[in-house]
Every structure is written in structure tokens, then in C-alpha cells.
Nanobody, 126 residues
Framework: QVQLVESGGGSVQAGGSLTLSCEVS????????MGWFRRAPGKGREGVAS???????AYVDSVKGRFTISIDNGKNTLYLQMNSLKPEDTAMYYC????????????????????WGQGTQVTVSS
């Protein structure tokens, strides 16, 4: 069973930055896609960013130019660098892994991802 553990969440003022990390216990597939999702209070979970094993990336429009997804294959760790944070970015952030997936067609939907972390809270105050 693959385990994903997020960290790096916290409270920050609008305009600030945070970097989320997601440690993956093991990656056994040659082709995979890793993603970040978030769930704001009272809303459904939405895709934020994804990156696949070929380096293709995808972002939801609301974070383009502010967030950057990356992966360190040597450390099996996924990152989400979040700059210029806004109060509407407040949410629980989850990382996910999709084995055999690609980000060429975009973020993908929840059901395409196989493994999920427990989430890390990000709170942005105005």
C-alpha cells in the first residue's frame, strides 16, 4: 500500500507564500501522475495542479502564475510552491498519485487517482 504524507500547511497573510510537500512511500510505476487537490469549507474537492513522469504540468486557472508544482524523484517528494496567496486559497490541500496517468490532457479527476494523503490545512487571512 502506497502512503502519501503531506506537510507544510499553515496560516499566512494574503500575499504570503507557503510550500507544501508530499512524501510518497514508493513509486513503482514508470508512468504516473501526481496531483494536488483542495477542498474549501462548504465546497467540493477541486484539482489544483498536476505533474506527470514526463514533466507535463497542468494548473487550474485560478492558480496559474502563482503556484508551481514540482517533484524530486530522488526523494519521492512532490511539492507545491504557493505565492501571492489569497483568502480564497484557504482549504485543506491533498496530494494524490495516479499510476499509469498522464497530465497531458489536464488535471484529471478524483476518480483517476489511486492513492491519497490525509491533507494539510492552508489558511490565508486578509
Amino acid at each position: 500500500q502506497v502512503q502519501l504524507v503531506e506537510s507544510g500547511g499553515g496560516s499566512v497573510q494574503a500575499g504570503g507564500s507557503l510550500t507544501l510537500s508530499c512524501e510518497v512511500s514508493r513509486i513503482t510505476y514508470r508512468r504516473y501522475c501526481m496531483g494536488w487537490f483542495r477542498r474549501a469549507p462548504g465546497k467540493g474537492r477541486e484539482g489544483v495542479a498536476s505533474i506527470d513522469s514526463d514533466g507535463n504540468t497542468a494548473y487550474v486557472d485560478s492558480v496559474k502564475g502563482r503556484f508551481t508544482i514540482s517533484i524530486d524523484n530522488g526523494k519521492n517528494t512532490l511539492y507545491l510552491q504557493m505565492n501571492s496567496l489569497k483568502p480564497e486559497d484557504t482549504a485543506m490541500y491533498y496530494c494524490a498519485a495516479g499510476w499509469g496517468m498522464t497530465a497531458v490532457r489536464g488535471l484529471g479527476v478524483e476518480g483517476e487517482y489511486d492513492s491519497w494523503g490525509q491533507g494539510t490545512q492552508v489558511t490565508v487571512s486578509s
